[in-house]
T-cell receptor, first 113, second 114 residues
Framework: DAGVIQSPRHEVTEMGQEVTLRCKPI?????LFWYRQTMMRGLELLIY????????DSGMPEDRFSAKMPNASFSTLKIQPSEPRDSAVYFC???????????FGDGTRLSIL | AQSVTQPDIHITVSEGASLELRCNYS??????LFWYVQSPGQGLQLLLK??????LVQGIKGFEAEFKRSQSSFNLRKPSVHWSDAAEYFC????????????FGKGTSLLVTP
């Protein structure tokens, strides 16, 4: 079975540029999560969708961050404009429903120069 | 709000020795608890979970964990560590007040020596 698929695996760009991270959840999973991992702050939830609807976006750092889930099989996390402090590994995870174990993608390692 | 504490940032064990990684949680009701493992450059892989019932849960790769309500703990154990177990281990609790997102501990880095 295909797991959670994230793209790109690595992204290096200059500050001020727009960055778009993509995620394809496991088919049939109704919940989708975006996390950010840094050395300083560990793993932090950014936003959570249930049935394509954003449920909790309180973890989104600021207005430069936005996330969408136009359908059950695709989600994007966009940063515009990007800043060096956004450098991190961004993970997407999905679960069958809320509370069930989450399955993680391999992450996108983002470097903003 | 739910929180998770992993007191040990780094742990070193010899191959073949037993392992226990500590995890304490803060939550008013019965939590949903998880252990994940992360190898370098990889995503997180679920080792085991506890929702209810038997407080000793078995997971993959020979790991087990025991839920102790009186101690608010969910420690991960393995009787004999293999070199391939070297990785970062995360304990997590479901945050039911924020739509079932995971609250992670800071992680414990496991080093296995020959």
């Amino acid at each position: 079975d295909a797991g959670v698929i994230q793209s790109p695996r690595h992204e290096v760009t200059e500050m001020g540029q727009e960055v778009t991270l993509r995620c394809k959840p496991i088919s049939g999973h109704n919940s989708l999560f975006w996390y950010r991992q840094t050395m300083m702050r560990g793993l932090e939830l950014l936003i959570y969708f249930n049935n394509n609807v954003p449920i909790d976006d309180s973890g989104m750092p600021e207005d430069r961050f936005s996330a969408k889930m136009p359908n059950a099989s695709f989600s994007t996390l966009k940063i515009q404009p990007s800043e060096p402090r956004d450098s991190a590994v961004y993970f997407c995870a999905s679960s069958l429903k809320g509370g069930q174990p989450q399955h993680f993608g391999d992450g996108t390692r983002l470097s903003i120069l | 709000a739910q929180s998770v504490t992993q007191p040990d940032i780094h742990i070193t064990v010899s191959e073949g020795a037993s392992l226990e990684l500590r995890c304490n949680y803060s939550y008013g009701a019965t939590p949903y608890l998880f252990w994940y493992v992360q190898s370098p450059g990889q995503g997180l892989q679920l080792l085991l979970k506890y929702f209810s019932g038997d407080t000793l849960v078995q997971g993959i790769k020979g790991f087990e964990a025991e839920f102790k309500r009186s101690q608010s703990s969910f420690n991960l154990r393995k009787p004999s560590v293999h070199w391939s177990d070297a990785a970062e281990y995360f304990c997590a609790v479901v945050a039911t007040d924020s739509g079932y997102a995971l609250n992670f501990g800071k992680g414990t880095s496991l080093l296995v020596t020959p």
